[in-house]
């Protein structure tokens, strides 16, 4: 009950815009977990891209930021794990990861 | 004189030697990803990423107001990537449930 009361009251709790800006970001994390059914077709290389180097980042911002904030990081290395599984998904199906001699030569 | 300000905006503690610097900064990349995509026909598009980053984007303008100092950067970035989103939903939206009437209409 008092680690309770402690996580609500703390300074980087649910009180505070602190808390709800890495929970907006886990938004990112739960659309890449729904895509991941998604054929590689529909996926955006642009995007999920982005969205790799974009959490890389972020995960060294939220580690030097003051207050430190570890739900932030905690986001974003989920996210960077499911973007980065998204990437290797649609770089497969344009036939990026193929060894070079299977490589189809009209492959885009 | 010219380079002394320089230099004081090199060594500032959020400047580009810092992550609090390229973070925010590479977070134009989603938007600038997002734009790119506005080529993609919207069947391609994906209903949870365009609502993260939407969502995302509005949560974030909030935060950047709400931190000490107040981030205009991270303010305009997350303003652009809910501008974006919205009108990537928006097309996505039309073309799923508007253009059925129009379809119907020409079957007939």
């Known amino acids: ?108 | 004189m010219a380079t002394s300000k320089l230099q004081a905006l090199w060594n500032h503690p959020a400047g580009p030697k810092t992550i609090h610097f390229w973070a925010p900064t590479f977070k134009w990349g989603i938007s600038i990803a997002n734009i790119a995509d506005f080529a993609k026909p919207p069947e391609k598009l994906s209903y949870p990423q365009q609502f993260a980053v939407t969502a995302t984007g509005i949560i974030w303008s909030r935060y950047s107001m709400v931190i000490t100092p107040k981030n205009w950067n991270l303010f305009s970035v997350n303003l652009a990537m809910a501008g974006t989103g919205l009108y990537q939903l928006s097309r996505k939206i039309r073309h799923d449930y508007f253009n059925e009437e129009e379809t119907a209409a020409l079957k007939e």
């Open chain 1, 1 to 108: 009950m008092a680690l309770f009361k402690a996580f609500i009251n703390s300074p980087v709790g649910p009180k505070t815009t602190h808390f709800w800006g890495p929970v907006s970001n886990l938004g990112f994390f739960i659309a890449g977990v729904a895509d991941m059914k998604k054929p590689p077709e529909m996926l955006s290389g642009n995007m999920t891209g982005v969205l790799c180097v974009y959490s890389a980042l972020f995960m060294r911002f939220a580690w030097m930021v003051r207050p430190r904030n570890h739900m932030l990081l905690a986001s974003h290395a989920l996210n960077e794990s499911v973007q980065l599984y998204q990437l290797s998904r649609w770089a497969k199906g344009k036939g990026y990861l193929q060894p070079k001699e299977d490589k189809a030569p009209s492959s885009t």
